[in-house]
Nanobody, 122 residues
């Protein structure tokens, strides 16, 4: 079962823009913190941006000022608008959800998307 479905990756020249989409279930969208991680060649997977169900956002230093994360409640989708792209932004971008427990007895858990490739050429 695919719970996070990413799309929007591609190849773009430096200075260009891309918008990544991550479609979720209603439950995940409504109650979870959603975000995007990046796996660049030869580097650790790192958090790029996240947004809570209350709308609080945080960004990696490398993304701040260029990337914008947002939520669309009509489509249960989180977006990452990426502007002024540079070659260092190249990597596989993974949608991620921190899902709270539905009951007191349950535990929180995480969900990962399959990843979408972003390539920025100089």
């Amino acid at each position: 079962q695919v719970e996070l479905e990413e799309s929007g990756g591609g190849l773009v020249q430096a200075g260009g823009s891309l918008r990544l989409s991550c479609a979720t279930s209603g439950r995940i969208f409504k109650f979870s913190t959603l975000g995007w991680y990046r796996q660049a060649p030869g580097k650790q997977r790192e958090l790029v941006a996240s947004i809570s169900n209350g709308g609080s956002k945080n960004y990696a230093v490398s993304a701040r000022g260029r990337f914008t994360i947002s939520r669309d409640s009509a489509k249960n989708t989180v977006y990452l608008q990426m502007n002024s792209l540079i070659p260092e932004d190249t990597g596989v971008y993974y949608c991620h959800a921190d899902v709270p427990p539905p009951t007191v007895e349950a535990s929180s858990y995480t969900i990962w998307g399959q990843g979408t490739q972003v390539t920025v050429t100089s």
